[in-house]
Structures are given as C-alpha cells and as structure tokens.
C-alpha cells in the first residue's frame, strides 16, 4: 500500500520584477501570409476591442529553408505590420520547428508541398552529421537538429539575424518546441557521445550509455550526468541566437518555447539556455511552457498542465533577471470539436496565471480555410471582457508564489529512473479540493509530503531533516471519501501549526490555488469548480490574509463583496463564498480597505 508523508516547513518567498513582456499574445496558426485578407479582418476586430491583446506573434519564417527562402516569407509578414500597429498590437515572431518535432520537412519531388513541408529546393541543404540520432542508432531526419553540430549552429545564427532584418519583432522565441525530450530522449550522435564520455569522464558505447540510462538500476548518478549534458546542448543554441541578435538588435527579447517541466530531459531547469539568450540578465528572456492540454472535452488536462507550469514558474523566477517572464502556451485550436469555447479559453488562460504564469498567449486557426470572422470577434470580445482579471490575477503571482502541500522528489531525484518529475499523486490530492503546489515553491507554510518514488530518491540526510522538522505519515485511498479527506486536512493542519493558508471543508472537487508573499500572506485565493454540477454555498477559511475585505472577480462577472468573519485568534478570514457554477473559476482578491 502507498503511504504519504507530511512534514511542516518554512520558507522564504523570492519575487522578480520581469521585463517589460505583454501580458497576452496571439497567434494565428496558419500564417497571414497565406491568407492576408483574413489576417486583415482579424485585425480590424482586435482595433475594435483594442488594449486585449498586447502582442501579434507571427509563426513562420519557413525554418530549415533557404536563408534566402525565408526572407521571402518574412517580408511578407513585414508589410502587413501596419495592420497589427494599427490594432494596438507589437509585433514578435517564433521560429518555428527546428528541434523538437520529428517529422518530415521536405516533400517529395513532383507533388503537392503541404503546409510546412518544402520542395528540395527550398530546403536548406543540412550535412549527415547536423541530424539527431535516436537511442537505437537511427538517424531523426525529420525537424530534428543536433543543437552541438557546427552546421545547425551556423544556421540559427543566420536565421535569427535574417528575421530580425526583415521583422525586427520586439520578442525572438524559439522554437515550437525547443527540446531534446518528450518522443526523443536526447542526441546519441557521434559527436553527442564523444561530447558525453569527456564531460563524465567515461568511455561508453552508445549500447552502453543507453542501457545504464534507460535500462540500469533505479538510481543512477550517470542519468544526472545526462540532465546536465543536454542543458549545456541547449545552451549552446541560445549562445548562437544571442550572438547574432547582438550583431542586428541587442535589445531585442530571447526566449523559448518548451515543454513540460517534469521532462528532466531537457535538464534540471533551463537556466543555463536563459543565461545565454538573455546576455547573463542584460536582456531577461522568457520561457514559454508549451504542449498538452489541446481538447475542452478532457478539462483534467488542464490541471495537469498547469501543475507543470507551476514548477516552470517557480524555478525559474529563481534564475532571477535571467528570466523575464512565464508565459502560458494555450492550444486553442480544433483539434476534436471546432476551437475552444470562448469561455473555456478564458477559464484555462486564469488557472495557468494563478498557476504561476505572468502572461499568456492564445491562439486561433485560419490557414486556407478560416472560421467565420464573427465567431473570431466572439473569442477577442470575451478575452477583452476577462482582461481586467487577468491584469489582476497577474499582479498577485508576480508579487508571490504558490502555497499548498508540495511532494519532496528527494535530493536524488534527477538520478531516478524515468527522467520525470511527475507522480500521478498531484493530481490526486489537487482534485480533493486541497492545495498543490510543487517543491520548488517559495511560499511559507508549505506542507511536504513524499510517495513511495519519490522516498526511494530521499537520502538519509532527506529524511533526518524532515524528522527533525516534523514528519507525518498518513495512507491515501484510491478513490477517497469525505472523511478521508478531512482527516489528510486535519494532518495538514497538525504538520503547518494551523498556519497552512486555506481550508475548505466543503465535500467538492475544487482546484484551489493560494497566492502566499514573502511576508507569509496569503495574497489571493483562486477557485475552480471540477465539477459540471454547481456547488452550494460555501466557506473558505484564509489564514494570515493580507487584507479583510475580501473580492470575489471572474472573467466573465462584475466583482462581488464577500461577507467574512476575522477569527483574531486563529488570524483566519471565514469568507462565504456564493455557489459557483460548473468549471467556473474565479479569485478571492484581498483588499486591505
């Protein structure tokens, strides 16, 4: 039987001031140059409700072409930035797959080139050796670069100079999606492996390396080896940016688009990538956790992903003017059932800023065959409608970070087989209505707990420093009830001393996020209802608030005054909360008067 275990500990927040990063972005998947018109239509909607949207990111380029190939394209792109400047709009750009997404980008001759794929023409003329090699020996010939080959670095140095030629976008991202994890576990080319073996000190065989990595024994220090391995590969691609944006536009914003932080992949955070694309903190970059969560019929996606977003934004604001903001990646696409609904956009876009990103970015379909401009004018009007609580939302996670109880990985964690950070375990407790927050959190009065992995990556030194802090030990059920849910409430509350930020008794699946400042305060409370049933009304109890006057704000209703009694004892906010509708989410925003 899996057993949790609790332990109380303390410690101090860490806040940032990011760079001057727009709060929300917005991307048409297909690219306006294909279909300028549209792309005219939608900025005139974006004039209409001008202020929404901060920021037009262009997708395209035509990455692996032709140097000359995507200038092409990107003057495109430059004469319609009047469209966007009009509708209060800067321009940025993305590059697009060059790393991460393994699958054909030359087409075959004398046929139809899809979106995406070029005539081998067009194509830029990469050597055998520029290719990532796949754990087997396979070369990846698809969009799947060796970020250590001279060529692939040559090439983004000259790709990013050429956009920021023709474009001069105020932010450069890289890449959808810059990685060398997720349907690939890193670069076992020659030149990788060589690489490898000096900076281990080994002489491994690619059989061999890939058997002690993904076959050997539970624990292993060479799979931390690895981690840092790849960190320092992806280092070297932002070098190669940063250099030629230094030689076009130094002002100019780095940043990259990612994946999920559990992936221990593409290393232990990305710290040393953001090192090189921000010039050591002279320009902050940004990072953008990407993937997952693309249909609204899966809405559990969503709290999954914004748990990954969590631990990117909470690692990262630690790098400190390394990183200049958090940016949320929303897939809002069709990918099952036309997009998104406006709404559901919305509702994700606030669970990833109470999460822990600052800014967000949102997209909409129109390539050959746009939807009708009306129902585009229906996603912009209820994105301007939640602005406001966005600006707000944002505010509080800047100033903290997020409480709750948060899973010990163990110091060993990164030598653990798997190469993953996640355990289904986070998802459990934050589905009970009980606050989540990950180990890298800066909050006070955090709450540990540990499962049988993460135990196993805890070192005798792991464990003396719990029991010394205060260990609880309490056994999960697989499909809990309200009693065994109250009773890991009152363990919570034993570990924390009656300090742990927010408790709701309320028999409901909620997700609740509590905003904690370095004073320990408890900033904002943010609720989301996991059912598709109403709940009742309900009490939340707000321990060490920063203020009395308590605001309940949602994207898509007028703020309401919330009726509390302050217990001076406990210095607990007893704040009644009305009922809220299915998938609703909304904030209790703290006011001092």
């Not at 754990?135 to 698809?142: D, I, L, R």
């Not at 692939?152 to 994890?181: C, I, N, Q």
């Not at 939302?393 to 087989?417: I, M, N, W």
């Not at 909050?443 to 802090?469: C, G, I, L, P, Q």
Request: charged share 30%; aromatic share 8%; with cysteine.
């Amino acid at each position: 039987m899996k057993r949790f275990l609790l332990l109380a500990v303390v410690a101090s927040a860490h806040v940032v001031g990011g760079a001057d990063y727009p709060l929300v972005v917005f991307r048409l998947t297909g690219s306006p140059v294909r279909n300028p018109e549209f792309f005219k239509a939608t900025c005139e909607v974006h004039a209409k409700y001008k202020g929404a949207f901060d920021e037009f990111w262009f997708g395209g380029g035509k990455p692996l072409g032709k140097i000359e190939f995507c200038r092409e394209d990107l003057r495109k792109m430059s004469a319609l930035r009047p469209w966007v400047e009009k509708a209060g709009m800067r321009l940025s750009f993305q590059q697009g797959l060059t790393t991460g997404h393994d699958y054909a980008y030359v087409g075959k001759p004398g046929t139809q080139a899809a979106a995406g794929v070029y005539a081998s023409e067009e194509a830029e003329p990469f050597p055998d050796d520029a290719w990532m090699v796949r754990k087997n020996g396979e070369q990846a010939t698809g969009r799947c670069l060796c970020p250590r080959s001279p060529a692939v670095l040559d090439y983004e140095s000259r790709f990013v100079k050429a956009t920021l030629e023709e474009l001069h976008p105020v932010t450069y991202w890289l890449d959808d999606d810059l990685r060398l994890g997720v349907g690939k576990v890193g670069c076992f080319c020659p030149r990788c492996l060589a690489a490898f073996n000096r900076k281990a000190g080994t002489a491994l065989t690619r059989d061999a390396l890939v058997k002690r990595l993904f076959e050997g024994v539970e624990l292993d220090p060479l799979r931390l080896e690895w981690i840092t391995f790849n960190e320092e590969s992806l280092a070297l691609y932002g070098r190669a940016a940063r250099k030629a944006a230094d030689e076009v536009m130094p002002e100019c914003r780095l940043a990259l688009q990612t994946v999920s932080a559990d992936c221990l992949l593409n290393g232990r955070d990305y710290g040393p990538i953001l090192r090189e694309l921000s010039a050591n903190g002279r320009v902050p970059a940004g990072i953008r956790p990407g993937h997952g969560c693309y249909r609204e019929d899966r809405p559990l996606d969503f709290l999954e992903k914004a748990l990954w977003c969590t631990r990117e934004a909470e690692r990262s604001r630690r790098l400190g003017n390394l990183c200049g903001t958090v940016c949320y990646e929303e897939e809002t696409y069709p990918r099952r059932v036309l997009h998104k609904s406006p709404s559901a956009i919305v509702t994700e876009a606030a669970l990833a800023l109470a999460s822990g990103c600052d800014t967000v970015s949102l997209y909409w379909a129109d390539g050959e065959k746009p939807e009708r401009i009306e129902d585009y004018e229906r996603f912009v009007k209820a994105v301007a409608r939640a602005r406001g609580y966005f600006e707000r939302l944002s505010a509080s996670t800047l100033r903290t970070s997020l409480g709750g109880v948060a899973r010990c990985p163990g110091s060993k964690a990164f030598e653990q087989d798997g190469f993953s950070l996640g355990d289904a375990a986070d998802l459990a407790l934050a589905r009970c209505g009980i606050p989540v927050t990950v180990a890298e959190s800066a909050s006070k009065h955090k709450v540990w707990y540990a499962t049988d992995r993460s135990r196993r990556a805890m070192t005798e030194a792991d464990f003396a420093k719990a029991k010394t802090e205060g260990l609880f030990e309490f056994v999960p059920e697989t499909h809990p009830l309200v009693s065994t849910r109250q009773r890991w409430l009152d363990e919570i509350d034993r570990a924390s001393g009656g300090r742990f930020p927010v408790r709701i008794d309320l028999p409901h699946a909620l997700r609740v996020l509590p905003r904690i400042d370095a004073e320990g305060k408890t900033d904002s409370v943010t609720l989301l209802n996991l059912s598709i049933g109403d709940t009742e009304e309900f009490t939340v109890k707000i321990r060490n608030p920063r203020g009395f006057k308590p605001v309940l704000a949602s994207p898509q209703r007028p703020d309401v005054t919330l009726e509390c009694v302050h217990d001076a004892s406990r210095d607990e906010l007893q704040v009644a909360v009305p009922n809220l509708a299915g998938w609703q989410i909304c904030t209790i925003f703290l006011r001092k008067e």
